[in-house]
């Protein structure tokens, strides 16, 4: 059976730090994987990664694919209170659906 | 900027009943979605719809579950006997066609529905 496994589920930090958000996946014929960011309701994309190795980056946020390993990790330095919310991982396979991982709840004090 | 639109926003309704959330796609996108959150779990994949068919469906997309495009814009997803297990936020979704099979998501705002 498929599988996305996000950790850690939760998270509490302080303005400024820095947070590694996990995504590790057992999924047959994997094609890419995206994360998200789930504030009120709908997801906004973050980032898609298809290649082993390849950082990308936005601002602050950065994310990187290991397909050896099979997981992917979301890094957000210098936090903001702006960026408390649900980070959600979902990999794309060759088939059509899109597998969600459970997420994990950010929560940046001031 | 292109957006999914869903309506209704929220939706009550009596165990039985049936209905019929909405989704206007993006327009040049090919491949459509219908997701599910029950409220504090994670989104669950429903159904996927490319060239006027269903491509995949999972295990809680019964008999009770259908979808339609009823034409070039809508794409809706019926439940025609709800119970309440039923009540989450549904999300629509749209992704244009990328070769090779690749792409992000576009979601939709959801519909929040509560079956009573």
């Known amino acids: 059976e498929d599988k996305v496994v996000q950790s850690p589920l939760s998270l509490v930090v302080h303005e400024g730090d820095t947070v590694t958000l996990n995504c590790s996946y057992e999924?047959?014929?994997?094609?890419?994987l995206l994360w998200y960011k789930q504030e009120k309701k709908a997801p906004t994309f973050l980032f898609m990664l298809?290649?082993?190795?390849i950082e990308k980056k936005s601002g602050r946020l950065s994310s990187i694919l290991d397909k050896k390993e099979l997981f992917s990790i979301l890094n957000i330095t210098a936090t903001q209170t702006g960026d408390s919310a649900v980070y959600l991982c979902?990999?794309?396979?060759?088939?059509?659906?899109?597998?969600f991982g459970t997420g994990t709840r950010l929560k940046v004090l001031a | 900027e292109p957006e999914v639109t869903q309506t209704p926003s929220h939706q009550v309704t009596q165990m039985g009943q049936e209905v019929i959330l909405r989704c206007v796609p993006i327009s040049n996108h090919l491949y459509f979605y219908w997701y599910r959150q029950i409220l504090g779990q994670k989104v669950e994949f429903l159904v996927s719809f490319y060239n006027n068919e269903i491509s995949e469906k999972s295990e809680i997309f019964d008999d009770q579950f259908s979808v339609e495009r009823p034409d070039g814009s809508n794409f809706t997803l019926k439940i025609r006997s709800t119970k309440l297990e039923d009540s989450a936020m549904y999300f629509c979704a749209s992704r244009l066609w990328v070769v090779p099979n690749t792409g992000e998501l576009f979601f939709g705002e959801g519909s929040r529905l509560t079956v009573l």
């Open positions: 999924v047959t014929n994997f094609r890419s």
């Open positions: 979902a990999v794309g396979t060759s088939t059509y659906k899109y597998i």
């Open positions: 298809t290649s082993s190795g």
